[in-house]
């Protein structure tokens, strides 16, 4: 398995403003992905995030609204930007440990924007 | 297109008795399946995973249950305690590529004392 930290655990944001959430492993993984489950909904893929390449970013989701940066193979950004009350979320970060495939994705204790 | 369903959004049932948690799926390139509990406000534990090659995995208290033809899986909890009351997630992905996850929208179980 592996330990994910992700900051801050939670927070109020005012409208209009830009958030980091930060995921840090305790591992060195290659793929790393981030979800959001929005309020009563289930988990939704954001983006993958690989080092050394862009984020490869979901249906509905862009880069300008959610940049991420992965500068080595434990830690990984997620930055909500210019938010607005449909982005009260919690944000998850995810990694699959090992290389091959089959492995089990895991998940940090998430991140909870509340933006007012 | 909701590729993963959960069809039933709430569970009771009684401690020690068996919980049984369903999942539908409609992708058939899906050969990966994995079951997650999640408690408010923190991230999804994972609890146990099958591939398409078999049909029961089986892990303490917990077996997930594959039926490929039906596009069905389903996961039983026995017996059933009062710490697994939680939301649980079904999630199903292609083993080959960036094994994205796929969920669906998650069954509330409460175990009733």
């Known amino acids: 398995s592996a330990v994910i930290s992700q900051k801050p655990s939670r927070d109020i944001c005012q409208r209009g403003t830009s958030l980091t959430i930060q995921c840090q492993v305790d591992?060195?993984?290659?793929?790393m992905f981030w979800y959001r489950q929005q309020p009563g909904q289930s988990l939704t893929l954001i983006a993958t995030?690989?080092?050394?390449?862009?984020?490869?970013?979901e249906s509905g989701f862009v880069i300008d609204k959610f940049p991420i940066s992965r500068p080595n193979l434990t830690f990984s950004t997620l930055t909500v930007s210019n938010m607005s009350p449909e982005d009260s979320s919690i944000y998850l970060c995810?990694?699959?440990?090992?290389?091959?495939?089959?492995?089990?994705?895991?998940f940090g204790e998430g991140s909870w924007l509340t933006v007012v | 297109d909701q590729q993963v369903k959960q069809n039933s959004p709430s569970l009771s049932v009684q401690e020690g008795r068996i919980s049984i948690l369903n999942c539908d799926y409609t992708?058939?390139?899906?050969?990966?399946f994995l079951w997650y509990k999640k408690y408010p406000a923190e991230g999804p534990t994972f609890l146990i995973s099958?591939?398409?090659?078999?049909d029961k995995n089986e892990d303490g208290r917990f077996t997930v249950f594959l039926n490929k033809s039906a596009k069905h899986l389903s996961l039983h909890i026995v017996p059933s305690q009062p710490g697994d009351s939680a939301v649980y997630f079904c999630?199903?992905?292609?083993?080959?590529?960036?094994?994205?996850?796929?969920f669906g929208q998650g069954t509330r179980l409460t175990i009733n004392p």
């Open positions: 999630a199903a992905s292609v083993m080959e590529g960036a094994q994205k996850l796929v």
């Open positions: 995810s990694v699959r440990t090992g290389e091959t495939s089959g492995n089990t994705i895991y």
């Open positions: 591992s060195q993984v290659t793929m």
């Open positions: 995030a690989n080092q050394g390449s862009e984020a490869t970013y």
């Open positions: 099958i591939s398409s090659i078999k």
């Open positions: 992708n058939s390139m899906f050969d990966y």
